[in-house]
T-cell receptor, first 113, second 112 residues
Framework: AQSVAQPEDQVNVAEGNPLTVKCTYS??????LFWYVQYPNRGLQFLLK??????LVKGSYGFEAEFNKSQTSFHLKKPSALVSDSALYFC???????????FGAGTILRVKS | KAGVTQTPRYLIKTRGQQVTLSCSPI?????VSWYQQTPGQGLQFLFE???????NKGNFPGRFSGRQFSNSRSEMNVSTLELGDSALYLC???????????FGQGTRLTVV
């Protein structure tokens, strides 16, 4: 069965500093990996995905993620954090049957000015 | 293009009642999935519909059911509500062949 782990419940970073939100996965076959962001009382917003190709994936709002097959990781990164990036971030893997997504537990990102 | 629309946004129901939530996908999207989000269990997959057929189902009791109409709109129903059903219910739609899903704002269900 596919699974996703986000080892940090919360990540704190100062505005302007780089940020990393960690994600590791377990799948059979090739992974389809995603990052979503959720603001309070809102749905999930798609940030980026890895399907195939370059290991560094660029997404919305200046975010990027690095796919590492040997470490089964897909960490979310941003070179310079903004206070407005503060939110709940979810890593997900797509089931090979249909469009079912398996989510990690989520990581709260707090960016302080 | 309009996004995924979920109605209502908020609901308060009493234990034992039933509830129906509605989801209108993005125009042209034929796949609709439902998720339950709670503080304790996180985001859990309920079911997916494609062209009016349930394609995948999560590990939820039979009190949770859904359906999809010919215009791709979907409804989910929860019967005999329990306090533990209080959650944010999220609907997502995907076009044919796409990999990412687009989520609605969710319906916040509170069972009292």
């Amino acid at each position: 069965a596919q699974s996703v782990a986000q080892p940090e419940d919360q990540v704190n970073v100062a505005e302007g500093n780089p940020l990393t939100v960690k994600c590791t996965y377990s799948v059979s076959g090739n992974p389809y990996l995603f990052w979503y962001v959720q603001y309070p009382n809102r749905g999930l917003q798609f940030l980026l995905k890895y399907i195939t190709g370059d290991n560094l994936v660029k997404g919305s709002y200046g975010f990027e993620a690095e796919f590492n097959k040997s470490q089964t990781s897909f960490h979310l990164k941003k070179p310079s954090a903004l206070v407005s990036d503060s939110a709940l971030y979810f890593c997900a893997v797509r089931d090979q049957r249909g469009n079912k997504l398996v989510f990690g537990a989520g990581t709260i990102l707090r960016v302080k000015s | 293009k309009a996004g995924v629309t979920q109605t209502p946004r908020y609901l308060i129901k009493t234990r034992g009642q039933q509830v129906t939530l509605s989801c209108s996908p993005i125009s042209g999207h034929r796949s609709v999935s439902w998720y339950q989000q709670t503080p304790g269990q996180g985001l859990q997959f309920l079911f997916e519909y494609f062209s009016e057929t349930q394609r995948n189902k999560g590990n939820f009791p039979g009190r949770f059911s859904g359906r999809q109409f010919s215009n791709s709109r979907s409804e989910m129903n929860v019967s005999t509500l329990e306090l533990g059903d209080s959650a944010l219910y999220l609907c997502a739609s995907s076009p044919r062949g796409a990999t990412e899903a687009f989520f609605g704002q969710g319906t916040r269900l509170t069972v009292v």
